[in-house]
């Protein structure tokens, strides 16, 4: 996605992704229980029931835990146009390009088109052979691919969070009827449908719209309000023939309506002023995260 990110924050994200590993039984048990009080919710209600009275849970401590018996692993997969994936045939450095333009740590790999995958490169067994800067060793890909789930798209979170627990894999592809893939869904995808959304070190609070990256590039909250993050850099992001002030006020309006459409995740919207808006994070409905380069990037 164009930032500079190195290798130590590689390695951060590598660790941080890490954590959330399930390792065996016992771990879970130490953590509290946490998957322990979610898969009981999708046993008998008797079950349930003898839960809450032991106060293992409670709806104000789990506020989505109906999801997941009434939602299905379509209404929360990335849709296929969204889906980061690589090809079986991506060399070294290349891979090492797409662990940090995208900052993710589990990539789907697949042979000629995505309705053929492979499975799946994680970044840490990556990091272990190659070191965080991917420079060690002799490159396989191949000999790096762990297996996916696939799972149909009318398939209940529940039934799928019971199964990547069980199977202990973090990633699933939706597979349509007709073999071909439809989509992708992880494990804190499930998750965030019960606790609500996950944030890390990376995401931006809720009380600062953006982050100030480097010189002339920040990472900001769609919702961030357009006078004040016009005030910020200097510069009416509204004063062209191709926008209407009166009918947005936020950046992901504004990134809305250069496009004329929801873009997805890694897209780029210029702006007639020159800066140019990079989607980091959004889903088929709407806009999360940019990060804007107000040279346009012409720094690569």
Request: contains cysteine.
């Amino acid at each position: 996605m164009g930032d500079s990110t190195d290798g130590s924050s590689i390695a951060a994200q590598g660790a941080r992704d890490e954590q959330t590993e399930i390792h065996d039984p016992s771990a879970q048990d130490a953590s509290g229980g946490f998957f322990k009080r979610i898969i009981g919710a999708l046993s008998p209600t008797d079950a349930t029931d003898e839960l809450q009275a032991a106060g293992s849970f409670s709806q104000p401590a789990l506020p989505g835990l109906s999801n997941l018996r009434q939602m299905r692993v379509e209404d929360v997969a990335v849709p296929k146009a969204d889906i980061v994936a690589v090809p079986c045939t991506i060399s070294r450095d290349e891979l090492v390009e797409q662990f940090r333009e995208t900052g993710l740590t589990r990539l789907p790999v697949y042979e000629g088109t995505l309705d053929s995958p492979q499975g799946m490169v994680h970044l840490k067994d990556f990091a272990l052979r190659h070191g965080f800067n991917g420079k060690g060793g002799r490159f396989s890909l191949k000999g790096m691919l762990r297996p996916l789930l696939y799972v149909p798209p009318s398939m209940t979170i529940g039934v799928l969070l019971q199964k990547m627990q069980s199977e202990r894999k973090h990633m699933a592809l939706v597979i349509d009827e007709y073999g071909g893939v439809d989509g992708l869904v992880t494990i804190e995808d499930l998750i965030e449908q019960v606790i609500g959304e996950i944030e890390d070190e990376h995401d931006i609070d809720d009380d600062k719209f953006w982050t100030l990256e480097k010189p002339g590039q920040y990472l900001a909250l769609a919702k961030t309000p357009l006078e004040e993050f016009e005030a910020e850099i200097g510069l009416s992001l509204t004063d062209t023939e191709d926008v209407d002030e009166e009918e947005i006020d936020t950046l992901g309006g504004l990134v809305f309506m250069l496009s004329g459409r929801v873009p997805v995740r890694g897209e780029v919207v210029k702006h007639p002023a020159g800066p140019e808006f990079e989607v980091v994070e959004a889903d088929p409905r709407r806009i999360k995260r940019l990060r804007v380069r107000l040279d346009g990037g012409a720094d690569g």
